[in-house]
């Protein structure tokens, strides 16, 4: 049993590069989320989707852009990065959207921007 | 405003030292959903307890016990006997009715030293 999946595990990256995170999970889960982690800051929600064809803005969605365009795969892409968005880079998931379900969490990815 | 205040930054205790670590919220909604979540040093996320908003019972499994008190907004988390594989950040995270979105606390990061 998988889970989720992420990749890549790390990157570093030059400020101006386009860069996709990919997210996959395969408990059929309705609901997606992004969210980076940062010292002190906890978790912060970065975009949200509750269905296939469907995604949300989160607390910090600027600067990133996600699809969700079968239930299984959710990528973020950061179109130009820059270094504030060095980070680490969580997935999650959850039966559906809102309510009393837990979300489950990939391993991370954690981004560099130089 | 929704919110998470996890007051204590870092804990440091002796093993088997019993220690508890404090989560306030903020809500406007009646309906809602607590959580905590583990994050040991290896860095994925484990789930460890949900409560929703009716239910103000206390919960314990194993050395660990959860206190939920809504005339103070509080979801504490004690864990009794500490051991080394306790150390780990710890996140209280608050879910919204009808939101769909986790509004996660700083953490605090629990050093149990033998």
């Known amino acids: 049993i998988a889970g989720i999946t992420q990749a890549p595990t790390s990157q570093i990256l030059a400020a101006g590069r386009r860069m996709t995170l990919r997210c996959t999970q395969d408990?059929?889960?309705?609901?997606m989320y992004w969210y980076r982690q940062d010292l002190g800051l906890g978790l912060r929600l970065i975009h949200y989707?509750?269905?296939?064809?469907?995604?949300g803005k989160g607390e910090v969605p600027d600067g990133y852009s996600v699809s969700r365009a079968n239930t299984d795969d959710f990528p973020l892409t950061l179109a130009s990065a820059v270094p504030s968005q060095t980070s680490v880079y969580f997935c999650?998931?959850?039966?559906?959207?809102?309510?009393?379900?837990?979300?489950?969490f990939g391993p991370g990815t954690r981004l560099t921007v130089l | 405003a929704q919110k998470v205040t996890q007051a204590q930054t870092e804990i440091s205790v002796v093993e088997k030292e019993d220690v508890t670590l404090d989560c306030v919220y903020e809500?406007?909604?009646?309906?809602?959903?607590l959580f905590w979540y583990k994050q040991p040093p290896s860095g994925e996320l484990v789930f460890l307890i949900r409560?929703?908003?009716?239910?103000?019972q206390n919960e314990i499994s194993g050395r660990y016990s959860w206190n939920f008190q809504k005339s103070t907004s509080s979801f504490n988390f004690t864990i009794t006997a500490s051991q080394v594989v306790d150390s780990a950040v710890y996140f209280c995270?608050?879910?919204?009715?009808?939101?769909?979105?986790?509004?996660f606390g700083s953490g605090t990061k629990l050093n149990v030293k033998p």
């Open positions: 999650a998931s959850s039966d559906r959207a809102g309510g009393f379900n837990e979300q489950f």
């Open positions: 409560r929703n908003s009716f239910d103000e």
């Open positions: 989707s509750n269905t296939a064809g469907t995604t």
């Open positions: 995270a608050l879910d919204p009715y009808n939101f769909n979105k986790f509004y």
């Open positions: 809500t406007r909604d009646t309906t809602y959903y």
């Open positions: 408990m059929r889960h309705n609901a």
